[in-house]
């Protein structure tokens, strides 16, 4: 959900707020990092970097008040921890922000039992 009380807005525009696009971006990568994560049986012990962001284009202005609901899928299978995905963010149905991502997946550390 977008609200008015990001303090992006007030430079982002002062009487026109806009959703910065950056920060889409960022949920997108952060969405596309869960979809991988999602393909190991022990996700906490792994990272997601992403290595490549291309194709990126904006669709439509998103506002306070709209709720972005945001979606990856994989465009290929995981290859030598290497994924390449396509996401979109979509306000009420409508696409107002696609791009395709690259990410690599690493284990940081040994699996632990749960706590």
């Given amino acids: ?33 869960i979809l991988v994560l999602s393909t190991v049986p022990d996700p906490r012990n792994y990272l997601t970097l992403f290595l490549k962001i291309d194709n990126v284009r904006f669709r439509a202005q998103v506002s306070p008040g709209d ?12 290859r030598r921890g290497i994924a390449q995905m396509k996401g979109v963010g979509m306000v009420g149905g409508k696409v107002v922000v696609e791009a395709e991502m690259m ?4 284990k940081v550390k040994d699996s632990e039992p749960a706590a």
């Fill in 1 to 33: 959900n977008v609200t008015m009380n990001e303090e992006f807005f007030k430079g982002h525009f002062p009487g026109a707020p806009v959703f910065p696009g950056v920060i889409q971006i960022e949920a997108m990568a952060q969405t596309g990092g």
């Fill in 67 to 78: 709720t972005i609901v945001f979606r990856c899928d994989l465009m290929e299978p995981i």
């Fill in 103 to 106: 990410a690599q997946i690493i």
